[in-house]
């Protein structure tokens, strides 16, 4: 048979309307052109080989198709849908096996097929039934209850495999499906997609393995984000540019093939050499004979068998590709044989079943009930995340550990670590007095609680170096003539020297020892005045007494205890620190696994993902609320004065708000470094901005009106007036106006960043 012209249409259009139709289709990333104008058609039960170097656009061909990433220009339709009006529809008709695992490494293979199930919305029949026909289909019945992250490369490409089949689709689009596991496991996958292909199944493969592309019904090859040939197989090899007019190829045998070949791409007249094996492949014009090639590389024709051979794919790929290169890309036309006619999109047809004959008969895709034909709602796949989502938590102990053990850590260490009082000051005495009044002033410093006597000097150097080393913070001086002067009814003068490096502590010192010294006086003068026939003012007995008593009484709590105004706050700190970071890297991990790319190719709904995966981390958060307030009743003491359903009710509104905003930095995080990055730049003024640690009224005012964009800020009020304060829903309405704002802000824009597509 004579070889067609170039760019001659040598196949038949496939018989009946493609299932998969692209005209034109590009996609670019800013400067980067992932895809350009490639065009093809994919007739049903074929499997179509899309072949490429890495970073070609192979993959990003496969997510436009099945509605996970928006074309940039051109149009792509799949059983009908175009894939840029109706991605939903196109996603419940069709399987994805991405490039990477990116099944649940820590679901068992029954808990990964019983997901995907749900995510379809498979009744629990169905469900069952289809469960069945996979595992035999892919012979995975004896590891169901094995881990998947534990399964060996080709166990794992037949799980995600069965998990793409669950829902009996028309289109399975696989992506190098093959790679990285062994020759054995590649031979099986294969014999499983030949029988789907049999029964009824487009398959859509990319590969890098030539072998895998010779089995293919139809391949294209995309080099430079362009399509430069599509065709079956046999036609490609007989292309005039594989084998241009006055060329042959042959298949050459000489002792020791890795030396020859280096001269064999040196001669005269060889075009392409090429090592397969033991031989080499050449590409000869027909002027070269071949005792001439044989003498020129210094061998006798014993040593050498050649004999001619037809094109492989690699031949045609590679000839193709170099043509590419030397044109350059822009200038690179497709030789499409049999494909250069693309249709528009068609109508979507019904729904081939997948099981086997009698299924097909039986069921049609059009039957109520089918989920296949029933439009997506906002609650689909609820419950298929609900479930796997709860099974993560059960089967990782560090996240139980987070969630349960950290916050219980955090409330004892900073219910006692943080404590605003300051008491038992280091306290160095040089008494030259020595005489009782002396003592009883020394044991009135040490009465007030504050000042702990820790040394008594017995000469100014000692006393001054117990300042200067830092082993006293404050140092009193009682002269000699203290108890003289108080008899003689003289003023006594005592010097305190305070160490100011602390300037809290400081202050605490100033003002207790400037209040002892009033209480000391008063108690004094009142002695004296006794005896006069008229003072100021004489109390209920008689005694001489002050003119005005103010009598104060602390209210909420009297005895100034720190841990009942901190560890109502840490409450509220404690629950956004662990619900903000472990919604933000639930989502973020999947997206870095590949597993949240998985299921945005199924028809599970983005409201249903987000509650699917928001509800767990809710559930969970109320139990750590109860544990959380439980120490702070049982541990510290706090009672709660106020009402406790009316608590609990407002953490909830609390908790939504924190996971809201975990599920922001999801959307703006790619990484776990970046969520983790973003996850404590919202804790840092969450913590200082608050009113959790500084008084908010002493704050600039820019820095005072920040407060009011954080959420936390209106929960400790909240927290402290319940807990502290008693008080009711009316006194705590300005704060839950506020809370209700910030979640309603927060939540939506999460769910408006929040895309079932990638960027």
Same mark, same amino acid.
């Given at each position: ?90 996603? %419940? ?35 069952? %039934? ?20 534990? /399964? ?5 490409? %037949? ?41 009824? $199944? ?104 050649? %004999? ?7 031949? $045609? ?338 908790? $939504?708000?924190?996971?809201? /905003? ?10 776990? /470094? ?72 927060? /939540? ?12």
């Amino acid at each position: 048979m004579n070889p067609p012209p170039e760019n001659a249409i040598v196949s038949p259009r496939p018989a009946g309307s493609p299932v998969i139709s692209v005209r034109q289709l590009s996609r670019h990333f800013g400067k980067l052109v992932a895809v350009e104008d490639v065009s093809f058609n994919v007739a049903r039960g074929s499997i179509f080989g899309l072949l490429g170097p890495n970073g070609s656009g192979k993959s990003t061909i496969i997510r436009m198709l099945c509605g996970v990433l928006e074309p940039t220009g051109g149009s792509a339709s799949v059983l009908g849908y175009d894939v840029r009006r109706d991605p939903e529809a196109v996603k %419940r008709r069709i399987g994805y096996m991405s490039q990477k695992f990116s099944l649940y490494a820590d679901l068992s293979v029954r808990e990964n097929l019983e997901f995907y199930g749900r995510i379809y919305g498979l009744d629990p029949e169905r469900l069952a %039934r289809r469960s069945k026909e996979v595992q035999e289909l892919t012979s995975i019945s004896d590891r169901l209850d094995q881990l998947a992250g534990t /399964l060996s490369g080709g166990w794992k490409q %037949r799980l995600a495999l069965a998990c793409a089949l669950i829902h009996e689709p028309d289109v399975v689009f696989l992506d190098e499906p093959t790679a990285g596991i062994d020759p054995v496991a590649r031979r099986d996958l294969w014999d499983l997609l030949f029988d789907l292909a049999g029964r009824g $199944v487009t398959l859509f493969v990319t590969t890098h393995y030539m072998d895998e592309a010779e089995r293919c019904s139809d391949v294209g090859y995309i080099y430079m984000s362009r399509l430069i040939v599509c065709g079956k197989p046999e036609v490609l090899k007989r292309l005039p540019a594989v084998t241009p007019p006055g060329t042959r190829r042959w298949e050459v045998e000489v002792p020791h093939p890795a030396e020859s070949l280096s001269q064999l791409r040196h001669l005269a007249g060889v075009r392409d050499a090429t090592l397969f094996g033991q031989a080499i492949h050449v590409l000869v014009d027909d002027t070269l004979a071949e005792p001439e090639m044989i003498e020129k590389i210094g061998l006798t024709a014993e040593a050498v068998a050649i %004999r001619p051979i037809e094109p492989t794919l690699e031949d $045609v790929f590679v000839t193709l590709s170099r043509a590419a290169e030397l044109k350059g890309a822009e200038n690179v036309h497709p030789v499409v044989p049999g494909h250069q006619d693309v249709d528009p999109p068609v109508a979507p047809e019904p729904v081939v079943s997948l099981p086997d004959s009698q299924q097909r008969q039986t069921r049609r895709a059009g039957d109520a009930g089918d989920p296949r034909t029933q439009k997506s709602t906002w609650s689909t796949g609820l419950l298929a995340i609900l479930l796997k989502e709860f099974s993560h938590i059960r089967r990782e102990p560090s996240t139980l550990i987070f969630m349960f053990v950290v916050p219980v850590l955090q409330t004892m260490i900073f219910g006692f670590a943080i404590d605003t009082q300051i008491e038992h000051i280091p306290t160095v005495v040089y008494n030259l007095d020595g005489r009782r009044p002396s003592l009883e002033l020394v044991e009135a410093f040490g009465n007030t609680r504050t000042f702990s006597v820790t040394g008594r000097a017995l000469s100014e150097e000692e006393f001054r170096r117990s300042l200067t080393s830092g082993n006293a913070k404050v140092g009193i001086t009682i002269p000699a003539n203290y108890t003289d002067q108080l008899l003689q009814g003289q003023q006594a003068e005592v010097q305190v020297l305070i160490d100011g490096s602390d300037s809290q502590v400081a202050t605490t010192a100033l003002q207790s020892a400037n209040l002892l010294g009033l209480n000391l006086s008063i108690g004094i003068a009142k002695g004296l005045a006794d005896s006069l026939p008229r003072v100021p003012a004489r109390n209920a007995i008689g005694q001489a007494a002050l003119p005005v008593e103010i009598r104060s009484r602390l209210l909420y709590n009297p005895a100034l205890e720190s841990s009942h105004f901190f560890v109502p706050g840490l409450v509220g700190i404690i629950l956004q620190l662990v619900t903000l970071f472990l919604t933000s890297f639930a989502i973020v991990r999947e997206r870095e696994l590949g597993t949240l790319e998985q299921l945005f190719v199924t028809p599970v709904g983005s409201a249903g993902l987000l509650l699917g995966k928001l509800i767990p981390y809710a559930i969970v958060g109320m139990f750590e609320t109860l544990i959380v307030l439980l120490v702070m009743v049982y541990v510290f003491g706090v009672p709660i004065v106020g009402s406790l359903p009316l608590l609990l009710g407002l953490s909830a509104l609390f908790l $939504v708000c924190a996971l809201g /905003l975990g599920l922001l930095v999801s959307t703006l995080a790619k990484t776990q /470094l970046q969520a983790m990055q973003f996850a404590f730049l919202i804790m840092l003024p969450s913590v200082l901005l608050s009113g959790f640690m500084f008084p908010r009224a002493e704050m600039p005012w820019p820095i005072y009106m920040v407060g009011f964009a954080i959420p936390v800020t209106y929960f400790l009020e909240i927290l402290r007036g319940l807990v502290l304060r008693g008080a009711d829903f009316i006194d705590l309405v300005p704060h839950i106006v506020g809370l209700t704002i910030c979640c309603t802000v927060i /939540l939506t824009l999460s769910l408006a960043r929040f895309r079932k597509q990638l960027a």
